[in-house]
């Protein structure tokens, strides 16, 4: 059984860049979950997805966006980086309709 | 809105002294509450699924419980490897896929 996988593991970007990570979810889920961690802090949700549709949102403004392809992995965009979008970046998938969630091992995304 | 509260945030060990770590919450309809090791610069690793008062699970030096308000995570004789961060989380209400976390508890063991 293969789990969560996120590409790439670190990133450095500046102000104002975009930026768009992946995820493929563990075989046999169809949710793909994003959440944004700030150092020493908890994960934060910011969206889920699921056929290919948003499925909730967390409080993040509009430049945070997503995709969900059909093979059910999914990709985070995120425009106009500001310095707090500095962060480790989540995702987790789960089958729909069972609560648990399984993450990836994150990307670590710097702004200067 | 769903509120997730963990303490204590940091707790220093020995070896084989055993403790509990503790998550208060506060949501409208729970669903499930979730535990959750963390390495420094990794992934959160699912431990347990808890979905209603009374409920118990086991899994190694580990032992979560719940209640009406508040989950234990009781961690019996611990050794250096479970050093790590502890996260609790929850579902709840409408806000469905929404895992709320809280912050963490900082366990370290000390040989």
């Known amino acids: 059984e293969t789990g969560v996988t996120q590409s790439p593991t670190h990133l450095i970007k500046t102000r104002g860049q975009q930026v768009t990570l992946r995820c493929s979810s563990q075989?046999?889920?169809?949710?793909v979950s994003w959440y944004q961690q700030a150092l020493g802090q908890g994960p934060q949700f910011i969206f889920q997805y699921y056929r290919e549709e948003e499925n909730g949102r967390g409080n993040f403004p509009p430049r945070f966006s997503g995709l969900q392809f059909p093979n059910y992995s999914s990709e985070l965009n995120v425009n106009a980086l500001e310095l707090d979008d500095s962060a480790l970046y989540l995702c987790?998938?789960?089958?729909?309709?069972?609560?648990?969630?399984?993450f990836g091992p994150g990307t670590r995304l710097l702004v200067l | 809105e769903d509120q997730v509260t963990q303490s204590p945030e940091a707790l220093r060990l020995q070896e084989g002294e055993s403790s509990s770590l503790n998550c208060s919450y506060t949501v409208s309809g729970l669903r499930g509450l979730f535990w959750y090791r963390q390495d420094p610069g990794k992934g959160p690793e699912f431990l347990f699924t808890l979905y209603s008062a009374g409920e118990e699970k086991e899994k190694e030096r580990l032992k979560a419980t719940l209640t009406k308000k508040e989950s234990f995570l009781h961690i019996t004789a611990p050794k250096p490897e479970d050093s790590a961060t502890y996260l609790c989380?929850?579902?709840?209400?409408?806000?469905?896929?929404?895992?709320?976390f809280g912050q963490g508890t900082i366990l370290t063991v000390h040989p």
């Open positions: 075989s046999g889920h169809n949710t």
């Open positions: 987790a998938s789960s089958l729909a309709g069972q609560e648990t969630q399984y």
């Open positions: 989380a929850v579902t709840g209400g409408t806000s469905y896929g929404k895992l709320t």
